[in-house]
């Protein structure tokens, strides 16, 4: 049972440390993109239509290494551990992008009627309903693999993985990476106990609402005397 733990925590890290490496090569291959169209700011349609390209071959690498460190076997138990985790990385990054949209709103609110193209230029594109169906897509994709495992060998995966586990094993970018991993495994794990504590302990009572409701119960007591 020890070992099983240990093996879930660093099956859960190595996906951590893929993630980091995953995001800084696709960086790296948007901003050679970026400066071959010039930096011309995108559409809400080509922002989502890259997601869904992003998020498709990252859950491609994410199968492809689940069964890599299972020795060529599809183990249920880690495909469904890396599905839960790609569901909370999705998720957060919707989050933030959710969190910065509304930051950047609130700080351009009082901007005058004349900057409002400059503000449509720069505001991030965000729309929740096409971030839950490129979540959706992208999970639905995974689950896919499971049935139709050869769909997920293609060229531009295996290529992912293979610079991802090199890059995972040089000297100084692996440590970087290996440190980023760590953090990501400590994230988890504090979603985790804080999603068992709220199941035992309940969500926390609102005290302003609970004397709100005692006051309108004294009131209606009033009207009716």
């Known amino acids: 049972m020890y070992f099983c733990h240990v093996e879930v925590l660093n099956f859960i890290f190595r996906i951590g440390v893929i993630l980091a490496v995953y995001n800084f090569l696709w960086w790296l291959?948007?901003?050679?993109?970026?400066?071959?169209?010039?930096?011309?700011?995108?559409?809400?349609?080509?922002?989502?239509?890259?997601?869904?390209?992003r998020y498709g071959f990252l859950v491609d690498v994410i199968y492809l290494f689940t069964v890599h460190q299972a020795d060529g076997l599809s183990v249920v138990n880690d495909l469904i551990i890396a599905a839960l985790i790609?569901?909370?990385?999705?998720?957060?990054?919707?989050?933030?992008?959710?969190?910065?949209?509304?930051?950047?709103?609130?700080?351009?609110?009082?901007?005058?009627?004349?900057?409002?193209?400059?503000?449509?230029?720069?505001?991030?594109?965000?729309?929740?309903?096409?971030?839950?169906?490129?979540?959706?897509?992208?999970?639905?994709?995974?689950?896919?693999?499971?049935?139709?495992?050869?769909?997920?060998?293609?060229?531009?995966s295996n290529w992912f993985l293979d610079s991802i586990l090199n890059i995972e094993d040089t000297p100084v970018f692996g440590f970087v990476f290996k440190v980023i991993g760590f953090f990501f495994l400590l994230s988890v794990l504090s979603k985790i106990f804080g999603a068992i504590m709220l199941l035992l302990t309940g969500p926390p009572r609102d005290m302003s609402n609970d004397n709100r409701d005692d006051d309108d119960d004294f009131d209606d007591y009033v009207e009716i005397k």
């Open 29 to 53: 291959i948007m901003l050679a993109i970026s400066i071959l169209r010039g930096g011309s700011p995108k559409m809400a349609f080509e922002v989502y239509f890259i997601k869904i390209i």
């Open 86 to 156: 790609l569901l909370m990385y999705f998720i957060g990054r919707a989050q933030k992008r959710q969190n910065r949209q509304m930051l950047f709103s609130m700080r351009m609110g009082g901007n005058v009627s004349g900057l409002e193209s400059l503000m449509k230029s720069v505001r991030p594109a965000f729309d929740m309903r096409y971030e839950i169906a490129v979540i959706t897509l992208s999970l639905g994709l995974f689950t896919t693999f499971y049935f139709f495992p050869n769909l997920a060998y293609n060229p531009i």
